[in-house]
């Protein structure tokens, strides 16, 4: 059973910086892609960042040059560093994993990007 674990939601002013991280634990093959996803209130979950297992990684157009996903492959552990936050990227914030087929989902974080 693999169970994913979120830190680092918080409250932050517009052009500041927050860093999300997810822990894995259960059985995690190396063949993945480890990804975060946000939602926002009334709108859809939408992909922000994704890094599959050969170091592949996509952001979502609004979050690029912003946003970085990586990954500590040791610690079963992926990140989102977030730069120059705005208020339109406050949501929930979820990391997922995907290994074998199956997709795998952290219980969600809280990013409030307000002054």
């Known amino acids: 059973q693999v169970q994913l674990m979120e830190t680092g939601g918080g409250l932050v002013q517009p052009g500041g910086s927050l860093r999300l991280s997810c822990a894995a634990s259960?059985?995690?093959?190396?063949?993945?892609?480890m990804g975060w996803y946000r939602q926002a209130p009334g709108k859809q979950r939408e992909l922000v960042a994704k890094l599959n297992s050969g170091g592949f990684t996509d952001y979502t157009d609004s979050v690029k040059g912003r946003f970085a996903i990586s990954r500590d492959s040791a610690k079963n552990t992926w990140y989102l560093q977030m730069n120059s936050l705005k208020p339109e990227d406050t949501a929930i914030y979820y990391c997922n994993l995907v290994v074998l087929g199956s997709d795998y989902w952290g219980q969600g974080t809280q990013v409030t990007v307000s002054s």
């Open positions: 259960g059985r995690i093959f190396s063949l993945n892609v």
